[in-house]
Structures are given as C-alpha cells and as structure tokens.
C-alpha cells in the first residue's frame, strides 16, 4: 500500500518535469525527492494512524463437527456434499440392529419387572395372613401356658400339672412368640418390597423403563441429522466405516447458514482509533476491482498470544515474544457473499474513522488500487 503511494508520487514528478520541461539539476531532483519524503511520509503516517489498514484479512465461519452419539457401522450415506440441507435432514445411518436387540430385550424386561408388581403384593397379603395366623397361635399358647402356671401354682404339691407339663407349655408359647416376630419381619420385608415407588412406579419398574429410554434413544441416535440448516463439502464419509464418538475425530464438517464476518488482524497502535460502527472496506483476491463495503461490528477484547493455561509448567520468556495483532470483525453489507465466494475467501480491509476524513480518499483510491492489481497476482 505504501509502495503504491510512493510510485504515484514519482509518477506525477516524472510528469511535471516532462510537462514544465523542468530541467534536472543539482537543485531541482534534490527538492523533488525531499519533498516527496516529507510530504509522503506525512501522509502515510496520517493516513495509517487514522485510516488502518491490513493486508491479513478473511472470512470466517464457523463449522459444526458431526459425531455419533453411539458406536456402529455407517450403512448408508444420504446427503450429499455441497447440497443445501434443512434441520433433521438425514446425514447417515449406522446399523440399528444391535440396538433393536437391546431394546427388545428392555421391553421384555420392563413386562416381567410390571408383572412382579401384583406378585409383591400377593406376597404381602400371604405375609399379612401369616402374622395374623402367627398371633392367634401366640395367643393361644400364652392362653394355656398361663393355665397350666395358676393351675400349678395353686396344686401346689397336688397340683394335676406336673412341671414337665409347665415347661412344654413355656417352650410352645415362646416358640409361637418367635414365630410371630419371624413373620412380622417377612411381612415389613414384603409391605417395603411392595410399597418401594418412584413417583408412584415401582422402583424395579422405573429403573427398567429409564433403561429402555435410554436403549430407544440410542437406536434414535443411529440416525445421525443435520443439526440446521446448511451444508456438507468434502464429504469423505462412506458405508462401512465404524462410527466412534469420539470428538476429537468426526465424521463430517457440517456448515451452518449463518451470518459471516470479515476478520481483520491490525496492528495494536490502531486500536487508538478505532471503535465499533467506522465505515470500512474490503477487496477480495477473489474479486479483483471490486471494494466491498460495511462495519466495524467488534473489536475482540482478548489476544491469543497473551493467553496462558494452567499446565503446571512455568511459562517461558519466549512465550511473551510475539507481539501479536489486535482482530477486528467487521460486517459487510453484500447480501450476495455467501453465493458468490466460497466461504472462507481472503483479502485485504481498510478503516475510516472520524479523524482526518480528508485523509481518507487518499486511502480509498490506494485500496482501489490495489484491488487493480489483483488482476495480476494471487
């Protein structure tokens, strides 16, 4: 850009002195070129301070990978690459069949686990009875061991219970006493056997169904959508493939339709100038002769190279070296870029503040310039 100016500048002097016939002395090319460094010089130090340029400018988008949600072999590839596709459109198929068979084997599950819920309950009933049958027996053989001990105790010596009696009578009632506590706690065991619910399903129940839930879901998963609308280039997917979730390795690079930015990389002192909403412009390698215009939309508050991770390392001298440029989106106002270029392209960008407005056409002819020249090159 600054050699552009300087050329322009040697053109018009070459043209003067053929013009006015201006003889070339001692006096006269001495002053042309001092003249051309002050005056050069002024403007590009005016003109880049106020009016930023970069020559590291390109569109940005972003792309969603596509990974499998389960693990399989691809049987059938449906999209195709470079094709607009809506949400739920079909990406590909993984095999459903082994994840048919799990679900079949839920669903036999959950109807055998809903089937044990009348079987508790019977259980409980029949424990219920017990305990009822184990206090008629407790009481009745409390009943005749508390006879035959007044029986005894009032006989005395001639008492017609012998203490052998007595004591089969004491062994029976405690028996019948620990048979009443044996079935109380079978009775609790199958009342809480019974009564175990999770929102009012039965627990055994729940947990087979939210098994089944997820087997369903994962044989929905086998059929891997467009998460929005967009599209599929470089597709080198092919049947047969084994699809792992990983996400460090996806299968597809899926590209949504949404709104692009040109990013510019500046340098920092241009940030002194700056601010979102200056005018700006943009030429395309792909686009020789052509100035795109729009906005300033942001101006990134953070820099990668200043970034730093916890690593429990410490951090080099080396690190701080790069001086790194600031990046600025800005947003242009061509509806037509997404059809007309690939998304991606690159160029160059130019900003126009609020100071030196004058300053600026001299910018903007120079940018012009050398979209001219992106007829030859790139």
């Known amino acids: 850009m600054d050699l552009l100016l300087i050329l322009t500048y040697a053109a018009i002097c070459i043209a003067v002195f053929k013009v006015f016939k201006i003889p070339l002395n001692k006096w006269t090319v001495p002053t042309a070129i001092l003249g051309g460094v002050f005056i050069v010089g002024a403007l590009v130090l005016l003109m880049n301070y106020n009016h930023p340029y970069t020559p590291f400018a390109k569109e940005i988008f972003v792309t969603v990978p596509i990974n ?10 449906e999209v195709e690459p470079n094709v607009p596709l809506k949400k739920g459109d079909v990406l590909f198929r993984i095999d459903p069949r082994p994840f048919e068979a799990i679900v079949q084997q839920k669903k036999a599950a959950l109807v055998a686990a809903e089937l044990e819920v009348p079987q508790l309950e019977a259980q409980w009933k029949t424990s219920l009875a017990s305990v009822e049958r184990a206090v008629a027996d407790r009481d009745r053989t409390k009943s005749a061991y508390e006879r035959y001990e007044k029986g005894r105790k009032r006989g005395g010596a001639n008492s017609p219970f012998t203490e052998l009696e007595l004591d089969n009578k004491r062994q029976l009632y405690l028996g019948s006493e620990a048979s009443l506590s044996a079935a109380q706690a079978q009775e609790l065991r199958a009342r809480l056997a019974f009564e175990s619910n999770v929102d009012g399903v039965n627990t055994k129940v729940a947990g087979i169904k939210a098994e ?3 087997a369903l879901f994962d044989l929905e998963q ?14 080198l997917l092919r049947p047969g493939i084994i699809a792992v979730p990983m996400p ?5 690079s899926f590209i949504p339709d949404e709104e692009r930015y040109f990013a510019g990389a500046f340098w920092q002192n241009s940030l002194l100038r700056l601010k979102e909403g200056d005018e700006a412009e943009i030429i395309l390698d792909a686009a020789p002769g052509e100035v795109f215009k729009g906005k ?4 990134l508050p953070a820099m990668a190279e200043g970034e730093m991770q916890s690593r429990g390392l410490l951090v080099s001298g080396v690190a701080l070296m790069p001086r790194g440029r600031s990046i600025v989106l800005i947003d242009l106002e061509a509806d037509d870029m997404n059809t007309r270029f690939p998304a991606g392209v690159a160029g160059q960008a130019a900003i126009y503040t609020e100071h030196f407005a004058h300053v600026a056409v001299m910018r903007r002819v120079i940018l012009r310039m050398q979209g001219w020249l992106n007829y030859l090159f790139h």
């Open 222 to 235: 086998t059929v891997v959508r467009a998460p929005a609308d967009g599209m599929v280039t470089q597709m």
């Open 68 to 77: 499998p949600a389960v693990r399989g072999i691809v049987t059938e590839v």
């Open 296 to 299: 300033v939309a942001t101006i």
């Open 212 to 214: 089944l839930d997820k």
């Open 248 to 252: 460090l390795r996806s299968l597809v």
